[in-house]
């Protein structure tokens, strides 16, 4: 990486020099990392996904000057990024990481989305990248874990103590309030309908009922007829608490039994067949079961606090130029 730095710094000296006086500079060096450079092109290619995402979703005033600050926070991390990976190599763990670590990592990915190799490799050519290229990003981030992980992670220690004193000053989290988790099918009424389309479409949702009573697969059914919002998820809505969801199909929700399959409910949106799948009930958690709960946090906390020391030791002991 370090020649392939160098080869570009020497051919932009050289496009530089070749440009006639009053010509327009369209690339430039914008971060010194120690012996490594970050041009404009750089930085504005790495940048591209993140400008796309502000110019579709930012909806505030000054959004020029936001995109710049933006493309400024993402120099730092471009510049910690290229520290972190100059560290790896300098402690010798980039060599650790093998071809089978990056290929397990990519059959995990395959096997994640059911996907055959054949398949994600075409995908990789429609979308003009490579797995040569997708190899070359695990490997980075497989490098960059196994050093945060010596010089941070690893250096983090959560005792008994910390964790019940988060306990005690957070019990009101801890508070558990009654849930129940459910799958719905769902067969939304369509707009205006008249009570004859009411009535054939709750005459289809007793029929669907019928068909679970006697056995049929609820979720077969689901992913087959239901209409609602998490139907690609299997209906599953999730655990809900009182007052977050419609009043008739709360209310029978609460009043069914675990794995118990309800009537069909009838509400403003349509026709829902609903099966209670989990409960959580009332009152304060015990801290032996939050404790793994409490630990990440803390941990996560600490991670944060870590991470922002060691970097900026490294930061301190290297020479950086941003020159944005």
Not at 46 to 69: C, D, M, R, S, W
Not at 82 to 94: D, N, P, V
Not at 256 to 282: C, M, P, R, T
């Amino acid at each position: 990486m370090k020649f392939n730095k160098e080869l570009k710094f020497v051919l932009f000296v050289l496009m530089f020099l070749s440009l006639p006086v009053h010509a327009e500079v369209i690339d430039r060096i914008v971060a010194v990392v120690n012996d490594e450079i970050v041009t404009l092109h750089d930085l504005n290619e790495a940048f591209e996904p993140y400008l796309k995402k502000i110019e579709n979703t930012y909806q505030g005033k000054n959004k020029e000057v936001f995109i710049e600050q933006s493309k400024e926070s993402f120099l730092q991390g471009l510049v910690d990024n290229i520290l972190i990976e100059q560290e790896a190599k300098k402690t010798g763990i980039s060599v650790t990481v093998k071809e089978e670590d990056v290929m397990a990592v990519i059959q995990d990915m395959l096997d994640k989305q059911n996907l055959s190799l054949q398949d994600f490799l075409k995908n990789l050519a429609v979308e003009g990248s490579s797995i040569e290229d997708v190899k070359k990003d695990i490997r980075s981030q497989i490098v960059r874990m196994r050093l945060l992980r010596r010089e941070v992670k690893d250096k983090i220690i959560v005792s008994d103590a910390e964790i019940g004193e988060y306990y005690n000053k957070h019990r009101n989290e801890y508070e558990g309030k009654e849930s129940v988790r459910i799958k719905q099918l769902l067969l939304k009424l369509p707009p205006n309908a008249d009570e004859t389309v009411k009535m054939k479409l709750k005459n289809e949702a007793l029929h669907l009922r019928e068909r679970i009573m006697k056995g049929e697969s609820f979720d077969l059914l689901i992913a087959k007829y239901s209409q609602g919002p998490v139907a690609a998820q299997g209906g599953d809505v999730g655990f809900i608490k009182k007052g977050t969801i419609i009043p008739e199909v709360e209310a029978v929700a609460f009043s069914l039994s675990l794995e118990q399959v309800s009537e069909v409910i009838e509400s403003s949106l349509g026709f829902h067949i609903i099966n209670v799948i989990d409960k959580k009930g009332a009152g304060l958690k015990p801290i032996a079961l939050v404790r793994e709960e409490i630990k990440a946090k803390i941990e996560d906390e600490k991670l944060d606090k870590k991470f922002k020391e060691w970097i900026s030791s490294i930061r301190d002991k290297s020479h950086i130029e941003i020159k944005l």
